[in-house]
């Protein structure tokens, strides 16, 4: 197991896990969202391809409405 964090709170994930595991892990239900690695922009097209390493921070956002 190794630990990252998702929107600054500690998560385990097995070894090699790829981006999208630790996605659907979190239950992210919205089709509407953005991911940032260590303050990097992935693609979803990179989310099968991106394995995560031992404290990596990952950030989760959806769009919010309004002004």
């Not at 979190?26 to 991106?50: E, M, Q, W």
């Not at 956002?61 to 309004?66: E, L, S």
Request: net charge negative; with cysteine.
């Amino acid at each position: 197991m190794i630990e990252v964090f998702i929107n600054n709170q500690p998560n385990t994930v097995e070894e090699n896990s790829t981006l999208l595991i630790l996605i659907e892990k979190t239950h992210c239900t919205h089709d509407c969202y953005a991911v940032a690695l260590n303050g990097n922009f992935i693609p979803r097209s990179h989310y099968t391809k991106t394995i995560l390493q031992e404290k990596d921070v990952v950030h989760i956002v959806t769009p919010m409405q309004g002004g």
